[in-house]
């Protein structure tokens, strides 16, 4: 089979205990969080598009400055390749956007990590750490590997 390939960029931004995630539905109506993100458009940077999605998706502003996890999909026909860059926020204000609205996104707002006990989270591997150390000078780029998705995003 052959099968589409994706480059696209995701954002990891930290407030203290909290995280910004999105809030999305899949094709079978399940609803799920995500850091905010999405494809790369031909004429940008990885880092650009993650700006700029974040900016479409939360109305907030960022600079990503460190790449936490290179996550390797597969799922349907499709082969996404997503880069997670740690970011800080430099300004605007979490709001629902047009671009949210467009993409059929339900909600953009921080959660603490107790929140998101029964929620279904992406990139899952995030409820692993503690997320003061994604700051840390010693923090290594991690490689998530291919994962076929059960969930159809």
């Known amino acids: 089979m052959e099968r589409k390939f994706r480059v696209s960029a995701g954002a990891i931004i930290i407030r203290g205990d909290e995280i910004l995630l999105v809030r999305a539905k899949n094709s079978d109506g399940n609803d799920f969080l995500v850091g905010p993100g999405g494809g790369v458009e031909s004429d940008e940077g990885i880092n650009q598009a993650c700006i700029r999605e974040v900016r479409e998706e939360t109305g907030i502003?960022?600079?990503?400055y460190k790449i936490l996890f290179v996550e390797d999909l597969v799922w349907q026909n499709k082969r996404v390749v997503k880069i997670w860059f740690l970011c800080n926020v430099i300004g605007g204000e979490l709001t629902r956007t047009?671009?949210?609205?467009?993409?059929?996104?339900?909600?953009a707002r921080w959660f603490r990590k107790d929140q998101l006990?029964?929620?279904i989270v992406f990139p899952a591997v995030i409820l692993?750490?503690?997320?003061?150390?994604?700051?840390?000078?010693?923090w290594k780029t991690q490689y998530l590997g291919i994962e076929n998705s059960a969930f159809d995003l």
């Open 61 to 64: 502003e960022i600079r990503p």
């Open 98 to 107: 047009q671009g949210a609205i467009e993409e059929g996104l339900i909600e």
């Open 117 to 119: 006990k029964n929620e």
């Open 128 to 138: 692993r750490y503690n997320w003061g150390s994604f700051i840390e000078d010693n």
